[in-house]
């Protein structure tokens, strides 16, 4: 673990803190101030952060890169809870009420961690109350969003599922291009497919299918464009106001 000690104004721009909306409510100061406690840690992919029942005693931000969090269901499947990608963070369980943690972590690519010890991050709180309130309205938002994509299973059908999958890669990974959404997929099919608790299978031929129809478009396996998002809205049952 390195921690960062030269952290001044000129190398701001290239820590998680900018990228993070519980810190948007601070100065420049309080970042520089901020910056001398952060600690960061490299991953190479495939490398696992920590394990579903470890206690991580930090607070984990997500500088570069994304990681995957899961369990393993009882009959061994891998089963996907969600993605962190930049900007994300957990490990709030064990520094908070010291829970083990119901998940394990595992990089999806070469990631770049920012982290705060809990004696560190419970100063942070004191000093800078406001950050206190942006972490409860950001997990009062991930608890929205899985609740959701809970309800969704339960009367969505897989297709549907599928494309409201696609949605959603497409607003925190899209890049407006020329033709479309170029989305950078976080997870390979088979990680989808375990994301949604489907086959892999299921995944490919719905992909297959929107592709033929023109939604969609395959850039490879790690991109697709996504040509027209009112269909693929259509698709996911979602209804369009535009």
Same mark, same amino acid.
């Given at each position: ?5 030269v952290c001044a104004a000129q190398c ?38 920590? =394990? ?5 005693? %930090? ?23 969600? &993605? ?5 963070? =957990?490990?709030?369980?064990?520094? =908070? $009420?010291?829970? +083990?943690? %119901? @998940? ?17 991050? @419970?100063?942070?709180?004191? +000093?800078?109350?406001d950050i206190a309130v942006k972490i ?12 959701? +994509? ?7 059908? &897989? ?10 890669? +497409?607003?925190? @990974? ?18 989808? %497919?375990?994301?949604?608790?489907? %086959? ?17 478009? $395959? ?14 809205? $259509? ?8």
């Amino acid at each position: 673990m390195e921690k960062c000690d030269v952290c001044a104004a000129q190398c701001l721009h290239k820590l998680c803190m900018h990228k993070v909306p519980i810190f948007s409510s601070l100065n420049q100061n309080d970042l520089i101030h901020i910056a001398s406690v952060i600690h960061h840690k490299k991953y190479l992919k495939g490398e696992t952060l920590f =394990f579903e029942g470890d206690r991580p005693d %930090a607070l984990v931000i997500v500088n570069e890169g994304s990681v995957k969090a899961f369990k393993i269901t009882q009959d061994g499947r891998e089963q996907i809870l969600y &993605v962190f990608s930049e900007g994300d963070f =957990f490990g709030e369980r064990n520094l =908070f $009420s010291r829970q +083990a943690s %119901a @998940y394990s972590v595992e990089a999806l690519e070469p990631v770049k961690t920012c982290f705060f010890t809990r004696e560190s991050f @419970y100063g942070l709180l004191r +000093a800078y109350p406001d950050i206190a309130v942006k972490i409860i309205e950001e997990l009062g938002e991930r608890m929205n969003r899985m609740e959701n +994509a809970l309800q969704s299973m339960g009367v969505r059908s &897989v297709d549907e599922r599928v494309s409201a999958l696609l949605l959603d890669f +497409a607003e925190k @990974y899209g890049t407006s291009v020329p033709g479309g959404t170029l989305i950078r997929l976080p997870l390979s099919r088979e990680g989808m %497919a375990n994301y949604l608790g489907i %086959a892999r299978e299921t995944v490919s031929r719905k992909l297959g299918l929107l592709e033929n129809e023109g939604i969609i478009r $395959s850039n490879g396996n790690k991109n697709i464009l996504l040509l027209d998002r009112n269909m693929l809205e $259509s698709s996911a049952g979602k209804l369009i106001d535009h």
